[in-house]
């Protein structure tokens, strides 16, 4: 929805765009939708000045359609698997996250969100030598936590601090922060300087529903539009740049003893491609451990209810070994 | 400069407005100007001058004659473009890579930070290894725990804790209470304060070194009750005002480590008819104390209480006001009892494995419970341990 301005294109000269917005043309939309003949009338311009007007202004917004094999060459060529560093959680997405699209981790408090963030950071940074980016918005990063799983692989400790090096992390603790600090990816990943941000491949932003929460309900009309505003921003960037974009969210209850649902709601469900629930073996908070559940709620291509189990306590999260007999139960 | 204007912070009627007249980025904002957004056909040349002083300059400002009628008034323009340009100039220098950018950095970077970072230590220290060396700096902490179970008692703890000078260990930090229950007892931190200076001195007498000696006479009752700086908070209203108000009082003491807040679930438990209205006051309160938190290198200490789930089978005792605020904070305590014996639990934690262990609530404070003595009992029966510690003082 451009404004109509002088100098736009070619033949839209700064003598027209008042007259046009005279008689109500004010945007793009607006001027290719009408009839010109009227416009030609009213405005008394050359009708031939208007259809040649018309022309670039589709010429230069309009999209073009794209071939579905040419399409599938692209992506087959721009798209990336990367590995999350936990075998059997890269099972359960169909070998890892797939750039271009918006993946999505949700649990209840304490469920090991921000664990499995903190090895994705840890695997990409090190394994794949790929910058990250984590957006910060509860305080839950531990830069000691993200080196002592950084530790538990074999490189040597030069290599786990260059690894340090790559993951970037931004403290938003607010939604219009938040879209300034992925305003500001767009626009240093557009204009390519690679000193700051490198070859990034991941964005991992833990969590979005801290930032939206308090937007949303009562009778506030902007919180609605301010979630679906950082979802364009997150879709956009995903597919613009190859990019793989990771959030949590958190889960909450209808009432208080209705089944868990992923917080903020019908609209943003759509946002993300594959949503990932992560969950305690035991149900109550006496009976810790460090054994999590992940199940798989939404997926474009493996079937929904897959899971697979993980231990978050050790030096990294990895996948529960295989039972051994305890000797006295 | 190509920012949204969907995105942009300012009043959601002058946003719509301004979408629904055709702006899509802030540039475009920009390059119309104040008078093209007003509605008044009439201004003057040199009023639009002033106009394009007041704001500065950029490169590709365009003057435009004629006025877009989006149907606000010349204030809100001028408000509007302040905001906009505030917004781009800040923008332009982050991307300059500035140094001013406060919350941008590396991993690495932050390690560095908070491997210099000191805690808060509990005098418990069992908990203190539970939560990797105390209460952290710059997270929120959240204790929850049935009544009567020692949640004050390790607030008023850790305020006391918190001032401790550096060379015994501590922050030599300021901390503010905030109680809303009325349950901060004068008398006991007295009792508890006079206990840590004791063990200063004990400290200091054994290891005889010029800078104990030298802390040792600004570390005295009246200082430490004197940098306790306490507020009563009668209702939420008051609640939510104290903690927007935090950051400037924080900004002129700024010696503040430790900021507790003495029961968050009271207020907000009795008496709230709306509880979609409670999830959100609660959810920008807790972003709020994380700003506080971040901002200060402060850490944020909130006390829950319990409530109990009714499920199918069972009854379980949960932490109060919801599943949402189970995010808020970043670290998590439940303290529970087993038979007579007070347990602490750490249930959520970004670093720290979760583990139970056992902990004391003496005349003097917070504490680790001893390990009872092995040779001592002939029957085999088991003793309380706390009455063995009685005893043991007793003498």
């Known amino acids: 929805m451009a404004l109509l301005r002088a100098g736009l294109c070619p033949g839209l000269t700064a003598e027209m765009v008042p007259l046009l917005r005279a008689s109500g043309l004010r945007t793009v939309v607006d001027f290719v939708s009408s009839d010109l003949e009227e416009v030609a009338q009213k405005c008394s311009l050359s009708y031939k000045a208007l259809v040649a007007v018309r022309r670039v202004l589709l010429a230069q917004f309009s999209a073009f359609p794209a071939n579905g094999a040419d399409l599938y060459e692209e992506l087959k060529s721009s798209t990336a698997i990367l590995s999350t560093g936990i075998a059997s959680l890269d099972k359960l997405l169909d070998s890892g996250l797939y750039t271009g699209e918006v993946t999505e981790l949700m649990g209840v408090p304490g469920s090991g969100k921000t664990q499995v963030c903190l090895s994705i950071a840890a695997s990409v940074s090190l394994c794949l030598k790929q910058h990250v980016l984590f957006l910060d918005s509860t305080g839950g990063f531990t830069a000691s936590r ?46 390519q300087v690679l000193s700051s941000t490198g070859p990034l491949k991941v964005v991992l932003i833990d969590s979005v529903s801290a930032v939206i929460y308090p937007l949303l309900g009562g009778k506030q009309s902007e919180g609605l539009a301010l979630m679906m505003q950082l979802a364009r921003e997150l879709k956009m960037l995903a597919r613009e740049f190859s990019l793989a974009v990771v959030v949590t969210n958190q889960v909450t209850r209808d009432s208080s003893a209705g089944p868990l649902k992923p917080a903020l709601g019908r609209s943003w469900s759509f946002v993300p491609s594959t949503r990932v629930l992560l969950e305690s073996k035991e149900t109550t908070w006496e009976k810790a451990n460090m054994q999590r559940i992940a199940s798989l709620a939404k997926s474009p291509r493996q079937p929904t209810g897959l899971q697979v189990e993980l231990d978050i306590g050790n030096s990294d999260v990895q996948e529960l070994s295989p039972a051994t007999p305890t000797q006295g139960l | 400069m190509q920012r949204d204007v969907g995105s ?94 406060s919350r941008k950095c590396t991993a690495l970077e932050l390690l560095e930070q908070e491997q210099a970072q000191g805690f808060i230590i509990t005098f418990c220290s069992a908990l203190d290894n539970v939560l990797g060396g105390g209460v952290q700096l710059t997270k929120i902490t959240e204790i929850c725990g049935a009544p009567g179970v020692g949640k004050t008692q390790l607030c008023m703890q850790l305020a006391v804790d918190v001032q401790i000078p550096e060379c015994f260990g501590g922050l030599a930090g300021e901390a503010v209470f905030i109680d809303t229950e009325g349950s901060f007892m004068v008398d006991r931190v007295v009792d508890i304060a006079a206990a840590c200076v004791q063990h200063c001195q004990l400290i200091a007498e054994a290891h005889q070194e010029e800078d104990h000696l030298k802390a040792l006479e600004t570390f005295s009752l009246e200082s430490i009750l004197s940098h306790i700086y306490y507020f009563r908070c009668r209702d939420y209203t008051e609640l939510l005002a104290e903690v927007y108000l935090l950051p400037d009082f924080l900004s002129e003491h700024s010696k503040v480590r430790l900021v507790v807040i003495d029961g968050i679930a009271f207020p907000f438990r009795h008496d709230f008819e709306d509880l979609s209205l409670r999830t959100r006051l609660l959810n920008g309160l807790a972003q709020q104390l994380i700003i506080i938190a971040n901002d200060h290198k402060a850490a944020v200490v909130l006390t829950n209480q319990m409530t109990t789930r009714i499920g199918q089978s069972q009854s379980t005792l949960v932490p109060a006001l919801g599943e949402s605020w189970g995010h808020a904070a970043t670290v998590r305590l439940i303290f529970h009892w087993d038979n007579n014996q007070r347990l602490a639990t750490l249930y959520k934690s970004p670093s720290q494995k979760e583990s139970t262990i056992p902990y004391h609530i003496t005349p003097h404070g917070f504490r680790d419970v001893q390990p009872p003595a092995v040779t001592q009992n002939p029957e085999g029966t088991e003793m309380n341990p706390r009455k063995r510690l009685r005893r043991e003082e007793e003498k």
């Not at chain 2, 003057?44 to 606000?72: D, H, K, M």
Request: proline residues 4%.
């Open chain 1, 146 to 191: 993200l080196y002592q799983m950084l530790q538990a692989q074999p490189e040597d400790e030069e290599e786990q601090l260059e690894a340090l090096q790559r993951v970037q992390v931004v403290r938003v603790f607010d939604v219009y922060e938040m879209l300034r600090a992925l305003q500001e990816l767009r626009d240093s990943l557009s204009q």
């Open chain 2, 8 to 101: 942009l912070p300012l009043a959601p009627a002058l946003r719509a407005r301004l979408v629904a007249a055709g702006f899509q980025t802030a540039q475009e904002v920009l390059e119309t100007g104040p008078c093209g957004l007003s509605k008044d056909s009439l201004l003057s040349p040199e009023f639009w001058l002033q106009c394009t002083t007041a704001l500065g300059s950029f490169e590709n400002l365009i003057v435009s004659s004629r006025n877009i009628e989006i149907g606000i008034s010349k204030e809100e323009a001028l408000e509007a473009l302040q905001v906009v340009r505030q917004e781009c100039h800040s923008d332009a220098t982050r991307t300059a890579g500035a140094p001013g950018t």
